[in-house]
């Protein structure tokens, strides 16, 4: 087993912004021709914003978000952690994240928002799937306006022409 300090000392040097996949995601967003906002005041903080359609992204490490045993190969959740130092803890940890992760998505969902979740692991096995995915998405959110405005946001010309 490892020695508790050096686990503590990689685990506290885990980024939890601009990580790998993140920016692999937004590279390939943006190829694709969707703009975006990464610096967001958002409940929950995604990882990407798309403000018009109300989609937030967030790119789920899969260890951190209870998603390690199941690429690992194992038989549960709790498996993970039978042979690590502090199991229980770092079972907490994990738990209380994902329980974060529920009442974030609950949260925004609730705002009108559409929250789409994306592990690490599946990003690297078909980005090219969650491009579309996400593309689809906010696409059929965009609100396409038929009425103009001047510049102050007033309605100009008569809406009940041609009625």
Avoid at 123 to 141: F, G, M, N, P
Avoid at 143 to 156: A, I, L, P, W, Y
């Amino acid at each position: 087993m490892r020695d508790p300090e050096v686990t503590s000392r990689i685990m506290s040097a885990v980024g939890n912004r601009n990580t790998a996949p993140e920016i692999t995601l937004r590279s390939a967003l943006w190829k694709e021709g969707l703009r975006f906002r990464v610096k967001s005041a958002l409940f929950g903080k995604p990882d990407i914003v798309f403000p018009g359609p109300k989609v937030a992204v967030f790119v789920d490490g899969d260890f951190w978000h209870g998603n390690a045993w199941r690429i690992r190969g194992m038989a549960s959740f709790d498996a993970q952690f039978e042979h690590i130092n502090n199991g229980e803890r770092w079972k907490a940890k994990i738990c209380r994240n994902m329980e974060r992760d529920l009442i974030v998505s609950n949260t925004l969902s609730g705002d009108g928002w559409v929250v789409y979740r994306v592990f690490e692991s599946r990003l690297k096995e078909d980005l090219v799937s969650v491009i579309s995915e996400i593309s689809a998405l906010v696409r059929s959110r965009r609100k396409v306006s038929t009425v103009q405005s001047d510049e102050n946001g007033r309605t100009k010309g008569n809406l009940c022409q041609g009625r």
